[in-house]
């Protein structure tokens, strides 16, 4: 299941990357993009949101 998670880069600017959650590394989430693999720093994220309808009828989870 694909989220859209908003961040703040180190210049301030708002970035969204969109993939799979893989889990957490400490203060980072490891999220499955497109293109590889990418860990975002948890207190960087602004919003998130799920893209993708999930199999049954419950939401996603963003961290596991």
């Known amino acids: 299941m694909r989220f859209a998670i908003d961040i703040l880069d180190e210049a301030g600017n708002s970035r969204i ?13 490891r999220v499955q993009l497109r293109n590889g693999e990418a860990e975002l720093d948890i207190d ?3 919003d998130w949101f799920q893209i993708d309808q999930p199999s049954s009828s419950d939401r996603g989870q963003l961290f596991y």
């Open 17 to 29: 990357y969109i993939g799979v959650p893989l889990g957490r590394c400490g203060d980072k989430l």
């Open 44 to 46: 960087r994220i602004t």
